[in-house]
């Protein structure tokens, strides 16, 4: 069959899965998908025209980069460093002590095969380990390691795979230039995900200033993105791709932490060209995994060394090692953490052998094992091809299967397992409650406004109705809410402010903040003093205040960072992060002093601003009032997040509280858009912009709800 009526007939086939699915809910969509492809396959004698070459490109970049998009950082950052050991350090033990497990099984199958196997058998599906880890009722620590490392592992594991199938192919392996190469292509694919992931959001954010903002255009140009971080890398640099594209989609997800978009309907049409696209292909990996199942065992009979009923047990034993390997790392990480005295959990194996089973594999694993030349560079077969993937596609199912009957006798509730192939439910939305404001209206119109400034004026009366809504309880969600209004209001009045006006703007800003900065160094030296803080938190501080007082003097104009200050940036921060990770021990001693100065220079710096304005050679009015406003919000809010962390509250309350202030500010926006257009400021059509533009605001903000309730 043509490439195109197989690829028209696989999109059918997915859809049906998901109709299906609606109805038989305690079966995974993943299973339906698989049942279907054998059906089609049996029926008709279907089969697809794979080519290798290829395969890796189509899947594994759009898959690993949207797992990227949607890393949650700030809920996983307190567990880096187990994280980072499951999603590295056990894969590796996994293509290892697996790899010679399965070999001691199968004897029959290549040992750099059988490494090849373990290693793409390793990374865990995210979507399914978050829906048995919420279902189970994991430890919250522990269901933030194992969902932490699902979205990583992808990356090692393929890079081990990737190593192994090479051994293979080429008959040759050195350890020396194997570990040589494995920080090369790690190294260097992190940097060229970086650059080039840069280099995009730049030319984005230049062709918005120049006026190309069409959101087609801009979203094409994101679904685009992943393709071409992963050949340039892959092709040109010869590095990781798959690292590359990580990385990639993490710094996306890190410089799109915007909580007030800019550009709404940008956002909104991108995350659901993504959720299409993420679900036609992870539905196409499984309807192709049982396409192939009679292919493999079919080839795996001719072949005469091996029968269905030994390949069944060869991978039923499989899945028995990678649960085992598993379940026995956990617990020990359990068993580790109690002795560390971080947490006072007692050892539990029932705890273990959930995480052991939480490892269902999915779309990466497959679309690996489908990315297998056929041949070796002497033009012989690849060794145990056939076995290879039968094994891979039963290990995948009896990980699905093994989930669904367990979770029944062990879930807290009904809902039934979802993988990353599971149609996403964006339908339940937030009440949001067209509460009306009581905002007085503007004053006489003199003239038309333009539509930034119209935007600009909204936003304002938003932070109006934030700061009436302010309470002690919901004051970072607010101070949250306030900044990012503030500065989407600064890149407003860019475009419409007079540039004389726009640079004595700056200028009282840059004024303020030196002053601020004088009063956060002396803050800072009177702790160091008083023995508040070690030399290590010292320093480290004291280096900041004197990068943002560089800046703050250099800085004559605005625009944009140059590439080589964001990379300086980046380092710093990134060297910064590394020195408490070399002072282990003392890592929650230089956390607790750090938010403590973070907090106290904060206070410093507000209340020798509020002195200086008050100073009777100072006139206060000379300032403009907005750049005095949004310096102390600056402030506030580092003192609300240091707070935070110092006594965090459930996640779920800072983001009841944050919803309630962003649909009461939504609804502000919109009565200052009717206010505009009865006093004659804004046309009928500018009015029907605007009302749109805070309508997709309440879909983004609906949309990341959803998102928070499903990771």
């Known amino acids: 069959m043509p490439i195109i009526e197989a690829v028209i007939l696989l999109i059918v086939l997915v859809l049906l899965s998901n109709i299906i699915s609606h109805y038989l809910t305690f079966v995974p969509v993943s299973l339906i998908q698989i049942a279907l492809g054998l059906v089609v396959a049996l029926i008709w004698n279907f089969e697809v025209p794979l080519e290798t070459d290829w395969f890796l490109l189509l899947f594994i970049a759009p898959l690993l980069y949207n797992d990227g998009r949607r890393f949650p950082r700030k809920e996983l950052w307190r567990l880096r460093g187990p994280i980072f050991g499951n999603a590295i350090l056990l894969v590796f033990l996994t293509t290892i002590l697996g790899g010679f497990l399965i070999y001691w099984l199968i004897p029959k199958m290549p040992l750099t095969v059988a490494f090849a196997l373990a290693g793409i058998l390793s990374p865990t599906d995210p979507v399914a380990v978050q829906s048995i880890s919420k279902q189970v009722k994991l430890p919250e620590s522990l269901l933030h390691l194992v969902s932490g490392e699902s979205l990583i592992n992808d990356a090692s594991g393929l890079i081990a795979f990737k190593y192994a199938i090479a051994a293979t192919v080429t008959g040759y392996f050195s350890l020396k230039t194997a570990a040589g190469d494995f920080f090369y292509i790690s190294i260097v694919g992190f940097l060229a995900g970086l650059i080039i992931m840069t280099a995009v959001q730049l030319l984005m954010d230049f062709l918005r200033r120049q006026g190309i903002d069409d959101v087609i255009f801009n979203t094409v140009l994101q679904i685009a993105t992943p393709f071409v971080v992963y050949l340039v890398t892959e092709e040109i640099i010869h590095a990781s791709g798959v690292i590359a594209v990580v990385t990639a989609g993490v710094l996306y997800h890190a410089r799109e932490s915007q909580i007030v978009e800019d550009s709404p309907e940008l956002k909104l049409v991108t995350e659901k060209v993504w959720d299409i696209i993420i679900y036609s292909l992870n539905g196409i990996v499984f309807v192709i995994l049982g396409i192939e199942l009679p292919v493999a065992t ?201 540039d004389d006006t726009m640079q004595r703007v700056l200028s009282d800003e840059l004024k303020l903040r030196q002053v601020a900065l004088k009063g956060e160094r002396a803050e800072l030296k009177s702790m160091r003093e008083s023995g508040e803080i070690t030399k290590t938190s010292y320093v480290g501080a004291l280096r900041r205040i004197e990068r943002m007082e560089s800046r703050v003097t250099q800085v004559g104009g605005h625009g944009v960072p140059s590439v080589l200050r964001y990379w300086l940036l980046f380092f710093r921060h990134l060297w910064r992060n590394a020195t408490y990770w070399l002072h282990s021990e003392d890592t929650d001693r230089l956390h607790a002093e750090s938010n403590l100065i973070e907090r106290q220079t904060a206070k410093a710096a507000i209340k020798t601003l509020s002195e200086y304005l008050a100073r009777t050679d100072i006139d206060e009015t000379q300032f403009d009032n907005q750049a005095i406003y949004h310096l102390i919000v600056h402030y506030r809010n580092r003192i609300e997040r240091a707070k935070a962390v110092e006594t965090p509250t459930h996640e779920a309350d800072y983001q009841h509280q944050f919803s309630r202030l962003r649909v009461r500010a939504l609804s502000a926006e919109r009565t200052g858009i009717q206010n505009l257009l009865e006093a004659g400021n804004i046309s009928w059509t500018m009015a029907s912009h605007l009302r749109q533009y805070v309508n997709y605001a309440e879909n983004v903000l609906v949309m990341s709800l959803n998102n928070e309730d499903s990771d």
Not at 335 to 355: D, K, N, V, Y
Not at 374 to 395: C, D, K
């Open 298 to 498: 079919t080839k795996l009979i001719k072949g005469g060394q091996f029968n269905t009923g030994q390949a069944l047990l060869f991978a039923l034993g499989t899945w028995i090692i990678l649960v085992v390997i598993r379940t026995f790392w956990t617990y020990g990480y359990i068993i580790f953490q109690r002795l560390r005295h971080t947490t006072t959990e007692h050892p539990s194996f029932r705890t273990a052998i959930l995480s052991g089973l939480s490892g269902v594999r999915g779309a990466v694993t497959m679309a690996g094992v489908l990315s297998v030349p056929l041949t070796v560079s002497s033009g012989a077969g690849f060794p145990t091809r056939s076995l290879m993937l039968f094994v891979a596609s039963g290990v995948i199912i009896i990980s699905l299967v093994a989930a669904t009957l367990m979770l029944p006798l062990i879930s807290t509730d009904g809902t039934p397992l979802q993988t990353r192939g599971s149609a996403s439910d964006m339908s339940d939305g937030l009440d949001i409650e067209d509460d009306e404001p009581e905002e007085e209206y503007p004053a006489e119109p003199v003239r038309q406004i333009s539509e930034d400034e119209a935007r600009a004026y909204i936003m304002r009366l938003a932070i109006s109705k934030i700061e009436e809504l302010r309470r002690p309880n919901n004051q970072r969600a607010a101070y949250d809410l306030i900044l990012d209004y503030q500065f989407v209001i600064r890149r407003l009045e860019m475009n419409y402010r007079a």
